[in-house]
């Protein structure tokens, strides 16, 4: 039985609700999982035994998309990590446990309308749930693989490359110094959007990626490198980017999108931003 209805692309309402629903049953077949693993090793009172390992006074509801997801990307020794941890091959835990936290960015965004429910938007989110879900074999896995065959279905599958830096961070920070003098926004400050409808990776060698098209910026812009550095720079781990028609550059920390910088049109993606 189909969980979610194929939306009409027209309907932004529609497209909002399927987003947000994707959301949820990918949260609600990740506790699923982690319920399953946990109550072979645990016995099927992990929860209780949990919170009062915790001492917690209330129950955490893990039904609850957002406190599932803070408390296995936040906290690193989490029981919930468990499951999850003995699937996935050891080497692509950091990898594996970046996108949750890219899920959780996407999921403030779409609960928060902070992004234009586009097409594109939605095809963006099914493509990220996709990748962490199938290595889960969750449910939700084949219902972004639906979803993605009536959104455009030659790219419902993406594979990441790291291009190897031209200069080391530091030469490359230094150069575009000049750039950041007058910035009056604090780095992490938070942004509310509402952002345009593409995407991005920040690669932890200061390539960034268009998440739509695969394309490196430093493939169509000379210096892209510089502000590759300066965004590494400030946010080490790299990440899921979003842009605002301004020019401001936001990344996920932990909990909101903040600003990690500013470009204008001519040293960005050509066709992304108006001005």
Known sequence: MKRIAQPDLTSESQIHSTGIALINLFAQDLLAFIDVGLSKEKGTKWLTELQILKMNISESNYKDPSVLLKEIVNVGSSPLRGPISALVPKAQWKDFYNRLSEVLGSRHLWVHNEI?????????????LRKVSWILELQVS???GDLLSLLEPEEGSTQEEVQAPLKSPSE???TFQPLTENEDIQVGFPLAGPFISYSYTLHLNGSIRDRGTESLLEDLKPDAGTLGALLIARKPSGGRLRITEDGLIAAYFGDHWGYLAQVGANNWFPGHLSS
């Open 116 to 128: 234009r429910t586009t097409a594109d938007e939605l095809k963006s989110l099914c493509i990220l």
């Open 172 to 174: 490359i920070v230094s």
């Open 142 to 144: 084949e219902e972004c």
